[in-house]
């Protein structure tokens, strides 16, 4: 089975500052993707980036990059020029590539607060 | 186009009351998941769809739950003689196929149990 740590509960940064978030996991799987998921206040879940591990580049959109480490076990999110909209909780999540692997598996979210 | 939909967005029933979730997922997804969200275990898996079949019912938490799709399309989740414990909100999201790597949530049901 898989899981999914986040150890930080909640984080704060100033607008216009750069963040970053943590996650580990563990799996006994080669291929699998990663995710970060934005939830707001709405409870609507977002795709913020995903990455496919079997790529070693890390993934970027946007202000959003990631860190992969695979042999680590590690995927943290990197938030540039923070925004007030940034604030929400956000979740790490997995992802196997066979049949019932293909569930997700969150963390337990990380609550950040982006201050003006 | 129409994103995944569920209904009803809050439902509050009585302790021992049975209650329907609905979900409307994006059409043309073959795959159709549940979570549920609470406070004290977090995000977890409940059960996944593939077109009408559910292979694998191990995720849901008590023989209280119950999910079946229709047609490939609609899903319902049922929850029989509800409990406190049960108060969660309860996302559903689709994916154009199993393993597919992005799947798109709805806004979720939540359910309060008094």
């Known amino acids: 089975a898989q899981t999914v740590t986040q150890s930080q509960p909640e984080m704060s940064v100033q607008e216009a500052e750069t963040v970053t978030l943590s996650c580990t996991y563990d799996?006994?799987?080669?291929?699998?993707?990663l995710f970060w998921y934005k939830q707001p206040p709405s409870r609507q879940m977002i795709l913020v980036i995903r990455?496919?591990?079997?790529?070693?580049q890390n993934a970027t959109e946007n202000r959003f990059s990631v860190n992969f480490q695979k042999a680590a076990k590690s995927f943290s999110l990197k938030i540039s020029d923070s925004q007030l909209g940034d604030t929400a909780m956000y979740f790490c999540?997995?992802?196997?590539?066979?049949?019932?692997?293909?569930?997700?598996?969150f963390g337990k979210g990380i609550t950040l607060s982006v201050r003006p | 186009g129409a994103g995944v939909s569920q209904s009803p967005s809050n439902k509050v029933t009585e302790k021992g009351k049975d209650v329907e979730l609905r979900c409307d997922p994006i059409?043309?997804?073959?795959?159709l998941y549940w979570y549920r969200q609470s406070l004290g275990q977090g995000l977890e898996f409940l059960i996944y769809?593939?077109?009408?079949?559910?292979?694998?019912k191990s995720g849901l938490p008590s023989d209280r739950f119950s999910a079946e799709r229709t047609g490939g399309s609609v899903s319902t989740l049922t929850i029989q003689r509800t409990q406190q414990e049960d108060s969660a909100v309860y996302l559903c999201?689709?994916?154009?196929?199993?393993?597919?790597?992005?799947?798109?949530f709805g806004p979720g049901t939540r359910l309060t149990v008094t």
């Open positions: 999540a997995f992802m196997g590539l066979t049949g019932a692997n293909s569930k997700l598996t």
């Open positions: 769809f593939q077109g009408n079949s559910a292979p694998d």
């Open positions: 990455q496919e591990a079997y790529k070693q």
């Open positions: 999201a689709s994916s154009y196929y199993l393993s597919s790597y992005e799947q798109y």
């Open positions: 059409s043309g997804h073959t795959a």
């Open positions: 799996t006994s799987e080669n291929n699998y993707y």
